[in-house]
T-cell receptor, first 116, second 114 residues
Framework: DQQVKQNSPSLSVQEGRISILNCDYT??????FLWYKKYPAEGPTFLIS?????DKNEDGRFTVFLNKSAKHLSLHIVPSQPGDSAVYFC???????????????FGQGTTLQVKP | DADVTQTPRNRITKTGKRIMLECSQT?????MYWYRQDPGLGLRLIYY???????NKGEISDGYSVSRQAQAKFSLSLESAIPNQTALYFC?????????????FGPGTRLLVL
């Protein structure tokens, strides 16, 4: 049972345009979310995070939006650059105090290709 | 130098062999994790350790074991490798004492079981 889902395996955008990567989750107890980026032959690297007390967090060209009622988050990259081409994973933190305390649950990943 | 290192980076083994993947970190983090990545399945947690004396199973621990030899070292063993353990394996660390949930990943070990 996939608790964190990225339903789009791939996304292709033109350089300079906006990239929007989506992520859905099923557990309303999740209260912290992270996005990671992964290049081939490297480990995932942290990109941006958001707490459930916020609905938006911005860091340069990257913005994460959280819609708690829809259990949905999205990562916006504006403007997209060819160097952004990578696999993007969203992850949710399991709540502390539960049997699954303090672990990250990852989505399947979305491969972004930014064309020059 | 990389903060989280994994050895070996690539490994080919045969069914039934015992192998060990090693992870070392210089970040001084208390928590360490082992994940595997399979196409279309994302990253799945195998085992995690919140400190040297604390080892916990993740969602896919069957067929694997771990050892936390020191705060900086966390090794993953496949006691008797099977082909469906062919995957990309990642070690990660986090610093709970710093109040952050961010995990930092090593470069990965690509394992092929024939």
């Amino acid at each position: 049972d996939q608790q964190v889902k990225q339903n789009s395996p791939s996304l292709s955008v033109q350089e300079g345009r906006i990239s929007i990567l989506n992520c859905d989750y099923t557990n309303s107890m999740f209260d912290y979310f992270l996005w990671y980026k992964k290049y081939p032959a490297e480990g995932p690297t942290f990109l941006i995070s958001i707490s459930s007390i916020k609905d938006k967090n911005e860091d340069g060209r990257f913005t994460v939006f959280l819609n708690k009622s829809a259990k949905h988050l999205s990562l916006h990259i504006v403007p997209s650059q060819p160097g952004d081409s990578a696999v993007y994973f969203c992850a949710a933190l399991t709540p502390y105090g539960s049997s699954n305390t303090g672990k990250l649950i990852f989505g399947q990943g979305t491969t972004l290709q930014v064309k020059p | 130098d990389a903060d989280v290192t994994q050895t070996p980076r690539n490994r080919i083994t045969k069914t039934g062999k015992r192998i060990m993947l090693e992870c070392s970190q210089t970040k001084g983090h208390d928590r360490m994790y082992w994940y595997r990545q399979d196409p279309g399945l994302g990253l799945r947690l195998i085992y995690y350790s919140f400190d040297v004396k604390d080892i916990n199973k993740g969602e896919i621990s069957d067929g694997y074991s771990v050892s936390r030899q020191a705060q900086a070292k966390f090794s993953l063993s496949l006691e008797s490798a099977i082909p469906n353990q062919t995957a990309l394996y990642f070690c990660a660390t986090s610093d709970f004492r710093a109040g952050t949930e961010t995990q930092y990943f090593g470069p990965g070990t690509r394992l092929l079981v024939l």
